[in-house]
Each structure stands twice: as C-alpha cells, then as structure tokens.
C-alpha cells in the first residue's frame, strides 16, 4: 500500500493526514461480523426450517410473491412491494408482526403453532441490530456437508510440493513450496522482499502490537545489511520472548471466547473480578503453555489445578459470556432463562475450540452440517452444573492460613450467638403463650391506604419509626413508602390541612436503601410527601422518616401510603411496604412522644405477631443482655471483617446438577424428549475417540472429559482451528477466512494441504504456538512486500493466495496503544484491574457513558481496558472494537468520516499531541525548528522525513506550532497502517 509521506503546504499537511486515516480503497459495506455470527446461528436456522418452504426459490409456489432466502428478497418484499424487514425497527417489520400472531390473517407460520418465545425474541433482536444478513441474492440450496466434509476428516500428512522455477529462498520452508505452488498454478508470482524498515514495524505489530523504537528500528535495519536471515530470526526470538507478546495474542484470544465485564442484558452490570482470566490468559500465551493444556483449564481449570489460583481462574471462560440475571420467577421463563445461559458457554465452546456452530442444532439437528441434536445436549449435560458468580480461588496454605486467623473468632461468634437464641427462645415462648386468644380492634395495614387517628397534640417534629414490612417481621429496611400524611386537627379557626405537605413547607428526612448516581434524588425520603404517587423512598437503616413542619401545628391524624397510581383499578402495592410503626412527636427535636401505633392492629401475618409481642413481653434485663450481646458480637464481627478475605473470582460456580439432561423438542425446555448424557460428539466421530459418561457422572469429571476429548491429539478439527487462527493474526485473514466456522457455511479453505501442514507442525510443537509462529514469522510469504500489481490485483484483489503480504490498518487498541508510546506515555504496568474509558451509573440496570477527557489512569496498554458490554468507548469503538456481546474471531474493518474526525479532534489526540510536542521540546529546547521535524518524525514513523516533508511541516510549525505538527502526524496513513 503506498501511504502519503510528502508534505507540501501546511494546509496540504493537516488535509492530506487527516483525510488519509480513511483514505482506504473502497469496498462494498459488508455486515458486522458479530451480527451475521448472530444471523447464521439464530436466524438463518429458523428461516430455512419454518420459512423456506414457502418463501424461497426453491419453494414449489412462492406464497404472496415474498422471498425469505436471500437479503434482497425480504427487501423487496412481497406482492405488497413492502420490505417485509425494516432494519432497526422490529415493531414496523411485517415479518416480525407475523411470527407475533398481531394480525390474524398474517400469522406465520400458517396453520402452525405459533413460534417459542425465545426464537421470536431472536429474530426481534436480530431485526433491531439492524437485520444484518450474508447472502447477497443467491438463495441457499439444499445442500448440506456430511460426515465427509473436509474439516471432518483426520489430518493428512501432505508432502510440500516441488515446483519448477522455484526461487532458492522460497525452497526453503514448506510454507513457502505450498505457498508457490498455488500461486504458480494461478499464473501468479510473489512479490520480493519487503524493505528493512517495514518488516521491523510489520513484526513488531503483529507479535506485540507496538511500534519499534527508532533504536530498535536502526538496529535491524544495520543486521539485515550485514545477514537478512540472521536479523529476521533474532527479530522474531526478541519479540516472541516479549512479555508484550502474551498482551497482543491475549487481546485476540479474548476476542474469540467472547471476555466482557459486565453480565449484558438489561441490567449489564459491571463485573469487577473477571480481570484476573485476562491475566491468565496473557500469562499462559508468554510461558507458551501447551494449548491443549490451555483448553483444559478453560473448561475444568478447577479439577486440574485445584487449589492453585493461577489455573483455577481459567474456569472464567464459561461464565465470560452474557447472561440474563434478572431472576423471573415464572417456571416457563425461568426455564428459558436457564436454556440460554447455558447456551452461552456451549456456542462459546464450540466456536473458540471446534470452529462449529453446534447451537444450530439447540432446536433440531443442524440444518447444514452433520451435527445432530443430542450432540448440543451432550455438551449441555457437561455444563448442567455451572453457576455464574464468584467463588473462592486460593491456594492450600491460603485457606489455612485463613482458618487459622479465624478460628478463634469464629468460635466466639458462635458462643455469643448461642447465648442469645438462648434468650430469645425464652422469649418466644412467652410470645407464643401471650397470642393465644389475643383478639385486635383494628385490621391489618393496607399497602393501599392507612391511616390513624389520635389525639390532638402540639408538634412541630414528627418521627414514623417503622419495626417491620410485609416480607420481613423483623425488619423494615428495604420496603418502600409512596406517600406519608400528618393532618392537623379541625379547629373553628381553619380546615384540617396535610401539615406533612412539602407545599405547606415541610422538610422530610431519613435514610435510603437505594441510590442511583445519574438521579441523586431518586429513591430518596422527599418523595413520601410530594404529593404525588408514583416514586417512592426506598427504606434504609434505620428505618425512621423524620418530618419537620414548616411551624409547630396541631395534629391528630396520620396517613401512609404505598400505590404507584390513584385509580382504583391500579391501585397496587410496589415492592414491600411497613406493617409495624409508630408515630412519635416532639416540639424541640429532643424529647419523644408515641401519639400512635400499629400495635392494635391485626397483624400481618402471624409470625409479625409473634414479633410484636416479643417487643411487648421482653424485660428490661433481657433487653439490657441482648444489647450487649449484640455489641459484642459486632465487636467480633469486626474483628473477622479485619482478616483479609480470600480472594474471589467471577469464575463459576459448580454443583452437581439436580436435574438431568433432555433432548428438548425444538428447543422449548417445556417439551423434554429422551434423555441425553454428556459424551462425546457424533459429529467428529472419525478424528476423536468416543466417550459415554452415565447420568450419576460428578459435574467436575464432566466438564475434564469433554476438555479432554477436545484437546486430544487425535482431535484434527480442534488442530486445523487453532493453526488457522494464527496464520488469520499473522495475514489478516485465515486459510478458512471463516475462523469460527469450519462447517458448510462457511468458508472453504484457500490451502487445504498447507492447513494440514501446520496442524501437524502444531502437534509436532507440543501444540505450542511459538514454534509456529516462528516458522510463519521466518517465511517469504510473510517477508515479502505488500506493493500492490495489477495482474494479482486481477486474479486476487484480496491477496488470499498471498502474492504479496496483505497490508492492514492497525486495530483499535493498536492505534491507541501507538498513539501513548511515540508520545512517550505508555505506561506499561502489566496486569490487575483494567481501567475506564467510560462511566458507569449502577441502579437497576447501568448505565455507560464515555469519557470527555483520558487521564494518566487510563495511559495503559488497551488490553488492560475494562470493556463493558454495550458501552461506547471513544475512539477504540470507531475504530471497530467488538462488542463482546458475541465472540469475534474475524473484527469488522470500516471506514467511516467519524473515524477521521474523532482522530483528529478527540481530547485524547489533543493530548497526546502535546505530550509528543513536549517530549520533542524537552529534548531539542533550543535546536531549530528542522531538528524538531526530524525528531517528530523520528518518533512516529522512525525513519528521517524527505527534504520535501521537512520543509512543509517546518513551515506548518512556525505557522501553527509544534503541537499542530504533531497532531497531524498522529492521524497520518503512515502512522495508521502497517505494511
């Protein structure tokens, strides 16, 4: 790719960089690969099945003339001539209004029931992310790959072809005979070796994601003058031995298992000790640990490493996913609630280690590779047991250690807390004795209305002591108030009036159970008295609402009240609501006064009476023992909340499951067919050797069997999926540029015997990925130029066969990271708690909003950051940062105006660009504005700028300053993408 590097004019300079950021050859727009994973895996599956039939080309009549087979058939839409899909708006899209059965003479599919709920929520989802879809006009025929497709077979062991012609240098490694070979066949030739300079940046990038040092660059370009071979090999062994290394490959593995820190859905709440698995990963990528060893440990890192918290934090991966922790209780939903939470770490499963979309076969046998149902059931018997959540991960001598400092005071705590159930026992059952026949004169509270006379008294304060709510008889914290009333008393001088009104200048006051950071006056006490329904206090500790009257006032009435709406029909309690109270009063503030209770009404139920009359029946002394009692074990509390904690990790919880595992008629957890186990998969019958686990198998041996049938050296499928995800990090795009799936839908492999090759390199190598990556990182199809000719540009636009190296943008966190080292202000601390670009409002659901200005704290590599499902991060989000709501083993590239403009005038760019002036400054204060040119360039690009650049961007700096210079440089092509 050539890349502007002429400067001509100061205005040509800023024009010419900014616009260069985007200035990329065009291409059609093709969908985000997140959502077309989300098309073949939830939607395509239910349209070939239900719609085909009726709305395809090969359809024996196309009913109402509408197409559902390809994207320009539903955009046509039918005899209507309407898009049966409009993209981003479910509810306006006729063929979600359909499937809902909202119009009787369109409910589809026709003379059927109508379809789960949970694939109607898919395709209302798919629709509203914009209904991305693949096929581009041909419909899908009716083939389907069976146990003979390619990926299915063992691996072969292909010979390296011999070619004529072949040049000596490409003769050396197989890579590169079968690299020829397929060239040669296509007429083709590779391109000569890239220049000293650009393989430095090239590898650099690729291997650590970090721009070379101009030192580091100078000291390449002088060895490969003397030896090329020698410098490249060196080259390659610094930066695989790079603790820099395990942060770039650990970012793109944390693509492809889907790794986010928040739970997504609804509430998408941040999850805060889900970093250590990123830790864990670059670790195991730096120490090159064995990956069959590494997928083990993912799936059973508990059962192999117990008690070693280094291993035991793998087990991350099957709760990295989103799930939905809402906790509806209605067994239906409840239960498709469960089916999709385990459906996460299923497609997870069989995406990352077997490149298969196994989840198409949740509803049915898969509709295009050879994967039958109870295959997605075997996997799900082996996940049955997991729990999201945290759960302890220490090592032996931690726990022991924790015992120890614990013990004692456990055994304290335990003591004291005899003692007191001792006296409460007494007092219960004096309780019990004192309800017998106790007869009330007043009904229970009424969350609806409640309201209490006594008699007039003077008041200027008024105090509402709550002991207990509907749901909890010893306790009235976390219930919740709408509204509270204190009428004064009718006098011949005026009407009664809600002296408690914030109309009449009162004042409410009192602790809340709940805050929320965007609304500090939500939930709070002032909402109980104005004068309207709706919001209401949420109750804390201690449960009192104290009012002050605008002046003292005559009262004889209180009224409280817990109802969203005045209309008697809707009228309904929200959340619980206080059943045991009493109303104080006081003229001073200091001095108490009970004027009334609930301690006449019936009670709430009878375990709040047998709580009421515990008050009543406890003497003195026992009070006085239960008081200290409790003081003492506080005083023992704390002292336990003083040992340090053992550390938890969001790393699953696992128990043996309770229920067994049922084929489910078309996915529906409500039709359970035969029973399932967990064992191995039908699918892959020829390359792995079978396993049958029993129904009574322990949950942990579950998951290490599948783990280990997976990553068995047998296992050809896994070994051609892990060997082309690196040859896709090195390339751009992989051997199957379909790197999560290697069934048939997606792609065909472009060198199927060189794929076979570095599986069996893999294997070879211990299935360690430094070794390989070596033996791709030496050969000439990686070394050579990525200089663009028209006759491979005729024959292989994309350069998948390789006739030059394919040049690429840096992705988002590249760019980032790039933009803090020439500045000089990468901070390179490695691992523990990512930092924020964002902030993040926690209530019910969260809430993300994207930083305005990026500290100090937030000048760490990219992997570090903590990314949020569904948040918007500045800068790494225009540059095509995946949401890690679905995995993404293939990023999107796009090229939009935004890009350009948030390069160009982000506070961050700004930034930077006066730290890289002053880094500039700092070291030439008092050289001439030349010498500052070729320092800048220095730093950016690492090479000198021509007599031409020099001399236009001199003239921009005496025009504009250094910082203007510097800002330019940092959105310049150059800088931008790697050759």
């Given at each position: 790719?050539n890349h502007p590097r002429s400067i001509y004019a100061c205005t040509a300079l800023v024009i010419t960089l900014v616009t260069a950021a985007t200035a990329v050859v065009a291409e059609a727009p093709k969908p985000d690969p997140a959502g077309v994973a989300f098309f073949e895996q939830k939607v395509r599956p239910v349209l070939v099945e239900h719609c085909y039939e009726c709305h395809s080309a090969s359809a024996k009549k196309v009913r109402g003339g509408l197409l559902l087979d390809s994207r320009p058939g539903w955009q046509k839409g039918g005899d209507s001539m309407t898009p049966a899909i409009v993209p981003g708006d479910p509810a306006r899209s006729l063929l979600i209004r359909s499937i809902r059965h909202e119009t009787e003479d369109l409910a589809m599919p026709p003379k059927k029931p109508k379809l789960p709920d949970g694939v109607i929520a898919d395709l209302s989802a798919w629709v509203k992310m ?850």
């Amino acid at each position: 790719m050539n890349h502007p590097r002429s400067i001509y004019a100061c205005t040509a300079l800023v024009i010419t960089l900014v616009t260069a950021a985007t200035a990329v050859v065009a291409e059609a727009p093709k969908p985000d690969p997140a959502g077309v994973a989300f098309f073949e895996q939830k939607v395509r599956p239910v349209l070939v099945e239900h719609c085909y039939e009726c709305h395809s080309a090969s359809a024996k009549k196309v009913r109402g003339g509408l197409l559902l087979d390809s994207r320009p058939g539903w955009q046509k839409g039918g005899d209507s001539m309407t898009p049966a899909i409009v993209p981003g708006d479910p509810a306006r899209s006729l063929l979600i209004r359909s499937i809902r059965h909202e119009t009787e003479d369109l409910a589809m599919p026709p003379k059927k029931p109508k379809l789960p709920d949970g694939v109607i929520a898919d395709l209302s989802a798919w629709v509203k992310m914009g209904a991305p879809d693949p096929r581009d006009g041909t419909a899908a025929t009716a083939k389907r790959a069976d146990k003979d497709w390619w990926s299915l077979q063992p691996l072969s062991k292909p010979v390296p072809p011999a070619v004529a012609d072949v040049p000596a240098a490409w003769a050396e490694s197989p890579i590169d005979s079968f690299i020829f070979a397929k060239l040669a066949a296509e007429g083709l030739k590779p391109n000569p070796p890239a220049d000293a300079r650009v393989l430095v940046r090239r590898m650099t990038y690729d291997v650590i994601g970090l721009p070379p040092t101009q030192a580091e660059t100078d000291a390449f370009i002088a060895a490969y003058t003397i030896d090329p071979r020698k410098a490249v090999e060196a080259l390659a062994d610094r930066l695989l031995a790079s603790p820099h290394y395990g942060e770039q490959w650990g970012r793109h593995w944390l693509d492809v298992v889907r790794f986010g820190e928040s739970n997504g859905f609804e509430r998408n709440f941040i999850i805060d000790d889900l970093w250590p698995f990123r830790d864990y990963v670059i670790r195991s990528l730096n120490e090159d640990k064995p990956f069959n060893r590494f997928i083990v440990e993912h799936l059973a890192g508990d059962v192999v490493g117990k008690d070693d918290p280094s291993v035991e934090v793998a087990t991350a991966f099957i709760v990295a996913g989103p799930y939905d922790d809402v906790g509806n209780q209605d067994p239906v939903a409840k239960a498709n609630i469960r089916a999709a939470t385990l459906d996460d770490p299923i497609t997870a499963t069989a995406s990352a280690f077997l490149g298969l979309t196994i989840n198409c076969a949740r509803c049915h046998n898969h509709k295009f590779d050879p994967i039958p149902a109870e295959d997605y059931y075997r996997i799900r018997a082996a996940f049955e047991g997991i729990e999201h959540g945290r759960r302890v991960v220490a090592s032996k001598q931690e726990r022991e250690e924790y015992t120890a400092a614990t013990k004692t005071l456990n055994q304290d705590r335990a003591r004291l807390t005899a003692e007191k159930t001792k006296i409460e026992a007494e007092i219960n059952a004096r309780a019990a004795t004192a309800a017998a026949g106790r007869k009330f004169s007043r009904p229970k509270v009424d969350p609806r209305e409640t309201a209490d006379r006594f008699t007039p008294i003077e008041a200027r304060y008024a105090k509402l002591i709550l002991h207990a709510h509907t749901g909890n008889p010893r306790s009235a914290a976390g219930s919740r108030l709408g509204e509270v009333e204190i009428w004064t008393a009718e006098s011949p001088a005026g009407k009664s009036f809600n002296a408690a009104a914030a109309s009449a200048g009162a004042t409410a006051t009192g602790a809340r159970s709940r805050q929320a950071a965007d609304f500090p006056d939500a939930y709070g006490p002032q909402l109980t008295i104005d004068g309207k329904l709706g919001e209401q206090w949420f109750i804390g500790t201690p449960a009192e609402l104290t009012i002050t009257f605008a002046k003292a006032e005559s009262i004889d009435r209180l009224v409280f009240i817990n109802t969203q709406s005045v209309d008697p029909s809707q009228k309904k309690a929200t959340g619980e609501t206080p059943c045991e109270y009493e109303l104080q009063t006081s003229l001073d503030g200091k001095q108490w006064v009970t004027v009334t209770s609930g301690a006449d009404r019936e009670p709430w139920s009878p375990e709040h009476g047998l709580q009421r009359l515990r008050r009543e029946v406890t003497t003195e002394n026992e009070r006085t023992a239960l008081a200290k009692l409790d003081r003492d074990l506080a005083a023992v509390q704390a002292k336990l909340d003083a040992v340090p904690p053992l550390r938890q990790v969001w790393a699953g919880k696992f128990n043996q499951p309770k229920d067994k595992t049922f084929l489910q008629k078309g996915g529906d957890p409500m039709k359970p067919a035969a029973e399932v186990t967990a064992g191995s998969l039908a699918v892959l019958d020829r390359v792995a050797p079978a396993y049958s686990l029993s129904a009574e198998t322990p949950e942990s041996q579950r998951r290490l069997a599948l783990a280990n049938w997976i990553a068995s050296d047998s296992n050809a499928l896994v070994l051609r999926v892990l060997a082309n995800r690196v040859w896709h990090y090195h390339f751009g795009t992989g051997i199957v540029d379909t790197p999560g799936d290697f069934g048939y839908l997606g792609g065909q492999p472009t060198h199927p015997e060189l794929l076979d090759w570095l599986a069996g390199r893999l294997l070879h190598h211990g299935w360690k990925l430094k070794p390989l990556h070596r033996e791709i990182l030496l050969s000439q199809a990686y070394l050579q130029s990525s200089a663009s000719r028209d006759d491979g540009s005729k024959k292989d636009k994309d350069a998948r066969l390789l006739w030059r190296f394919p040049p690429r943008r840096l992705a988002a966190e590249e760019i980032r990271d790039t933009m803090l080292a020439v500045s000089g202000k990468l901070n390179t601390t490695p691992g523990g708690p990512g930092f924020r670009l964002y902030r993040v409002m926690q209530d019910n659901v969260s809430t993300y909003f994207p930083l305005d200005k990026h500290g100090p704290e937030t000048y760490r590599r990219a992997v570090y950051h903590q990314n949020a499902r569904a948040s918007v991060v500045d800068l790494l989000t225009e540059y095509d940062l995946p949401d890690t709501a679905f995995a993404a083993p293939r990023r999107a590239r796009t090229t939009s105006p935004l890009q350009a403009l948030t390069l160009l005038n982000h506070s961050f760019t700004i930034d930077m660009a006066a730290a890289l002036a002053d880094r500039v400054a700092g070291d030439l204060d008092r050289r001439s504005t030349a010498e500052k040119v070729d320092r800048v360039y220095s730093f950016v690009f690492q090479r000198a700028p021509t007599d031409d650049e020099r001399a236009a961007a001199v003239k921009l700096v005496e025009m504009h300053g250094l910082k203007a210079l510097c800002r330019a440089m940092l959105n310049a092509n150059e800088l931008l993408f790697v050759e």
